[in-house]
């Protein structure tokens, strides 16, 4: 899953370079199909449920699950970018959202703190630890920043199967079970975090999640091992102290 990993974060990589104005969301697709498929993987998204694409891009107030198509991104947009991909059975699965050439104060601020309360959400990772603590520590971020967490889409573990148990949401869950984490458990954390309210529908295409009030909606997603030491980030962008 390491290899899956390392994989999939060069992906990311070289994302931060492609997003612009002026792309339009099918061109990055294609692009991550290319990437993916010439490091000799399979996208895990294609396909799976009858998802179209490799990669599912949502703007702005897309949430989750966005339908890369014509759409040409624009100065000032946020862009959330979901990818996974299979090498040798195993899947790795990530997201970030990025912006556009400039953003405004609120959008920088929302994916300033999505990205703090994934990393929450990942220090909160131990071995004899409950999955909810994750959720609390993600929760309690955004809260504290004036913003909702998504309670209708959680994490989930990974592995052999892109979505595998067990659950694990980004908010605190009495509904949910709420195992004890133990070494070698390899999960996805994937907090979506919103301006306005934490309610989302699905649009009209069937697949792409909005905010219900049409705010802003930030996503990041990192795959996780649970080790002895502590959490691994295996999706972990570079092996820089600040790569994240
Ligand atoms: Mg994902
Ligand atoms: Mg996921």
């Known amino acids: 899953m390491q290899a899956s990993a390392e994989i999939l974060a060069s992906v990311f990589l070289e994302l ?23 490091a000799g993987c399979v996208p895990s998204f294609k396909g799976y449920h009858g998802f179209p694409a ?12 966005g339908i890369p198509s014509q759409r040409v991104l624009e100065e ?15 899947h790795a699965d990530s997201a970030e959202t990025l912006p556009v050439g400039r953003v405004s104060e609120e959008a920088a601020a929302l994916l300033r703190v999505t990205r703090e309360c994934l990393e929450k959400g990942i220090a909160a990772i131990a071995p004899g630890a409950r999955i909810s603590a994750i959720g609390t520590a993600i929760e309690s971020h955004a809260k504290a920043h004036g913003f909702s967490v998504v309670e209708s889409l959680v994490g989930h573990g990974i592995g052999q199967d892109l979505h595998e148990d067990p659950q694990v949401p ?5 509904t949910m079970p709420d195992p004890v984490m133990e070494e070698g458990l390899v999960i ?12 989302v ?24 091992a649970v080790t002895s030491a502590g959490p691994r980030i ?10 994240f």
Request: charged share 25%.
């Open 76 to 90: 000032g947009d946020i862009v959330g970018i979901d990818v996974g991909l299979i090498r040798d059975g195993w």
């Open 188 to 199: 996805a954390i994937e907090p979506m975090i919103n301006c306005g309210t934490k309610r």
């Open 54 to 65: 490799s990669a599912c891009i949502s703007v702005n107030e897309e949430v989750v699950h």
């Open 234 to 243: 295996l999706t972990r962008r570079g092996s820089g102290v600040a790569a």
């Open 16 to 38: 931060r370079r492609l997003v612009r104005p002026g792309v339009t969301t099918l061109e990055l697709d294609e692009a991550i199909e290319t990437m993916i498929r010439e």
């Open 170 to 174: 980004n908010f605190r869950c009495f």
């Open 201 to 224: 529908k699905t649009a009209p295409d069937e697949w792409t999640v909005i905010t219900a009030d049409r705010g802003l909606s930030a996503h990041f997603e990192h795959t996780v």
